[in-house]
């Protein structure tokens, strides 16, 4: 079945440290985005990639990194510099040129600090 | 500054009857507007997509109508079940080119028995 795959489910970083969230999709979607979703707010976008080798900056995007290697893979990588980590982290993916059929979003990850 | 806001925040109703789910917004210019439905814990799950041309939508026991023109939408859920327990955000694309998404903060629905 086609989708898009996040892992680990849970997460837990201890201060000062680096960790990577890890998101694939076999959708053959062009564009991948991540968010992070905090209690009692709306989804809030990171990062977002439309193509291979190209990515930009969302709202959020102190104390994050990405890379687009692959079309299917999209890794977060939370740093040490974002000061409040903890939160529900969701991937999504979409095909591009075709907005109205939507977002194809993953099951998340939970990132706890420790 | 694009505005997605939704009523009530959260809504507890018995088992088997129906609930309507507000949203307004302040996007512009629109494309479309969508309704999820997210589990505690999970990724959110598309229901319906509404472009502007488009009044009413139903995925089953779910019907979304859109007023373009009022810039409000609204979830209805017919006979509610156990499982309808989850959050309903929605959300509206901006057009142009831009497919920026803007997410309401959403509606906590519980069903009870």
């Known amino acids: 079945d086609g989708g898009i795959t996040q892992s680990p489910k849970y997460l837990f970083r201890k201060e000062g440290q680096n960790v990577t969230l890890s998101c694939e999709q076999n959708l053959n979607h062009d564009a991948m985005y991540w968010y992070r979703q905090d209690p009692g707010q709306g989804l809030r976008l990171i990062y977002y990639?439309?193509?291979?080798?190209?990515?930009q900056k969302g709202d959020i995007a102190e104390g994050y990194s990405v890379s687009r290697e692959k079309k299917e893979s999209f890794p977060l990588t939370v740093t040490s510099a974002q000061k409040n980590p903890t939160a529900f982290y969701l991937c999504a993916s979409r095909l591009t040129g075709v907005d109205y059929y939507g977002y194809t979003f993953g099951s998340g990850t939970r990132l706890t600090v420790v | 500054k694009n505005q997605v806001e939704q009523s009530p925040q959260s809504l507890i109703i018995l088992e088997g009857k129906n609930c309507t789910l507000q949203c307004n917004y302040t996007v512009s210019p629109f494309s479309n507007l969508r309704w999820y439905k997210q589990d505690t814990g999970r990724g959110p799950v598309s229901l319906t997509i509404?472009?502007?041309?488009?009044n009413t939508k139903s995925n089953g026991r779910y019907t979304a109508t859109l007023d373009a023109d009022t810039k409000q939408s609204s979830l209805h859920i017919t006979a509610s079940q156990l499982s309808d327990s989850a959050s309903y955000i929605c959300v509206v694309a901006e057009g142009a080119g831009s497919y920026q998404l803007t997410f309401g903060k959403g509606t906590k629905l519980s069903v009870i028995p």
């Open positions: 509404m472009t502007f041309s488009e």
């Open positions: 990639s439309q193509i291979v080798n190209d990515f």
